[in-house]
C-alpha cells in the first residue's frame, strides 16, 4: 500500500451507473481513509440523472461535470451553481470530458453508446479501466489498434476478464491452454425454455449475486453476457475462440481461471462485489484496501459447478458464431441485443425474442464475405446503425 499512487487524476465515463457509483465509492473510502484529496477528479458524466450528477460533482468536485443530453443542461448549470464545476452537455462534450488530462479513466458507459468517448480516453496513452465490453465487441480491432498506437494500459473491470489479467502470466503465455470464464447462469438458470417464454422484466434484472446495471442484467439472464465476455476476452487476452472455455458456477465466487499446460488451474476468487476489481485497476499496480465483504468460504461451504446449455441459452451459440464469423457480425451482434433488450424493458418483445431478433439481424445483414470491413470508427457507427434498424424492423413485423 505505501506505494499507492493517490495523485492519480481520475475521471469516470458514466459515473451514475452502477460501476461508476462504485468507482466513486472506493474513491471516497480512500479519501476517508488515506487521504482527503486523494485521486482528484478531473471529469464525471452522466446520460440523463442530472440530479444524480449534480450531488456527485458537488461531493467530488470535478473540474468538469457533462450530461449526455442537451436539454438537461440548464439544470444541471443551476445545480452547480457557485461550484466552479464547468458544465457542458452533449455528445461531443462526452468525448471532451475523455480528451481531458486525467491519469486514470474509467471507461462505464453502457452499450456502444461508450465507443466514441472511450476511444478518445484510449487515443491519450493513459490508464484506461475499461468496464465497457460493448466497445470491445462492437470494434475489438479498432480499439485494441487504438492501444497500440498511443502505449494506453487497458485494465479490465469486468470480473472474469480482471480475474484472467490477475492470474494470466505473460511470460508463460505460450504455455496457456485455455482459459475458463465463469458465469452465474442468471436468474433463469434453471428454467426450461417454457418458463422463459412468460418471464418479465423485473424478473430478469433481479440477478442472484450482481447488482448492476439493467441492460447488463438482462444480457446475464439470457447469457448474452457470456458471449459478449468470451468476444472480449478475445481482443483483450488475443487467445482464439477455442481457447476459452465458459463454466457456470452459481456461486460466483470464481471470478475465472487460466488453465496451463502442466495441468495447473490459476484461479482468482472473491466475494461478488464490483468494487475488489475496479479497486485492482484503481491501484494497479498496487493493491488498494476496498470496503467489500470478505470472502467467508466455510460460510459459503461448497462450490459447485456446471456446463453451459446453449440449446436452452442460444445467445451463447450466436455470440460465438459472431465472432467466428469475423468483419461486422460481432458489431450486427451487439447493436441488434441493445435494440432488443431495449425492446424487452419496455415490454415490446417477450424474453425468447431477444436472441431471435439478434440472429434475424445477423442474418440479414450477413453479405457472405467476411462480412463488413470495419476501418474506422465512422464504419461501426454505420454498421451500429443498420443493425438497429433491422432489428427494429424484425421487431415491428
Ligand atoms: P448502468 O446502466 O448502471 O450505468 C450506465 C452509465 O452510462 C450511466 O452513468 C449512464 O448515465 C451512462 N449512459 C447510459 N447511456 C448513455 C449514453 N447513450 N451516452 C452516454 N452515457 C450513457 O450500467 P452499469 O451496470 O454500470 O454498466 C456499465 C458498463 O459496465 C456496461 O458496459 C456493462 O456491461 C459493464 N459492466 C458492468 C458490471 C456491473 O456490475 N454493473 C460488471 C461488469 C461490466
Ligand atoms: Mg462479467
Known amino acids: 500500500m505505501s506505494n499507492l499512487n ?97 491519469d486514470w479513466v474509467m471507461a462505464a458507459i453502457v452499450g456502444a453508446a461508450g465507443l466514441a468517448p472511450t476511444h478518445a480516453a484510449i487515443s491519450r496513452g493513459v490508464e484506461v479501466a475499461l468496464a465497457n465490453k460493448e466497445c470491445l465487441v462492437c470494434a475489438g480491432d479498432l480499439i485494441m489498434g487504438a492501444v497500440k498506437a498511443s502505449g494506453a494500459t487497458l485494465l479490465p ?22 482459459i475458463i470464464l465463469t458465469a452465474s447462469g442468471g436468474p433463469f438458470r434453471t428454467f ?74 490459476l484461479a482468482q ?13 484503481l491501484a494497479w499496480p498496487q493493491r488498494m484496501p476496498a470496503p467489500v465483504a470478505k470472502l467467508d468460504l466455510a460460510a459459503i461451504g461448497s462450490l459447485s459447478f456446471e456446463a453451459p446449455d446453449e440449446t436452452r441459452f442460444p445467445a451463447l451459440r450466436l455470440a460465438r458464431n459472431a465472432l467466428q464469423m469475423g468483419g461486422g457480425a460481432p458489431t450486427i451482434l451487439n447493436a441488434a441485443n441493445e435494440a432488443a433488450v431495449a425492446a424487452f424493458l419496455e415490454d ?26 470495419l476501418d474506422a470508427l465512422e464504419d461501426v457507427f454505420a454498421l451500429d446503425s443498420e443493425a438497429r434498424e433491422q432489428a427494429n424492423q424484425l421487431m415491428s413485423a
Open 348 to 373: 415490446r418483445i417477450g424474453f425468447l425474442d431477444i436472441p431471435k431478433v439478434v440472429e434475424g439481424a445477423l442474418d440479414h445483414l450477413d453479405n457472405g464475405q467476411g462480412i463488413w470491413r
Open 6 to 102: 493517490l495523485q492519480k487524476r481520475v475521471t469516470v465515463l458514466g459515473s451514475t451507473g452502477s460501476v461508476g457509483c462504485s468507482t466513486l465509492d472506493l474513491i471516497a473510502h480512500a479519501r476517508e481513509g488515506q487521504d482527503p484529496e486523494a485521486f482528484p477528479i478531473e471529469a464525471l458524466t452522466a446520460q440523463r440523472r442530472v440530479d444524480d450528477l449534480i450531488a456527485q460533482a458537488r461531493q467530488f468536485s470535478p473540474k468538469f461535470a457533462v450530461i449526455g443530453d442537451p436539454s438537461l443542461l440548464a439544470q444541471l448549470r443551476e445545480g452547480l451553481d457557485g461550484t466552479g464545476v464547468e458544465a457542458a452537455a452533449g455528445p461531443e462534450a462526452l468525448v471532451e470530458a475523455a480528451l481531458r488530462p486525467a
Open 269 to 281: 476468487l472473491g466475494s461478488p462485489d464490483m468494487r475488489t476489481p475496479i479497486a485492482h485497476t
Open 192 to 265: 426450461t425454455r417454457q418458463q422463459m417464454a412468460t418471464v418479465t422484466p423485473a424478473q430478469a434484472v433481479a440477478h442472484p449475486n450482481w447488482d448492476m446495471g439493467q441492460k447488463i442484467s438482462v444480457d446475464s439472464a439470457t447469457m448474452m453476457n457470456k458471449g459478449l465476455e468470451v468476444i472480449e476476452a478475445h481482443h483483450l487476452f488475443g487467445f482464439s475462440p477455442r481457447e476459452i472455455d465458459v463454466l457456470i458456477h452459481p456461486q460466483s465466487v470464481i471470478h475465472s481461471m487460466v488453465s496451463y499446460e502442466d495441468g495447473s488451474v
Open 157 to 178: 473491470v469486468d470480473s472474469e476478464h480482471n480475474a484472467i489479467f490477475q492470474v494470466l502470466e505473460q511470460e508463460n503465455r505460450s504455455s496457456v491452454e485455455k
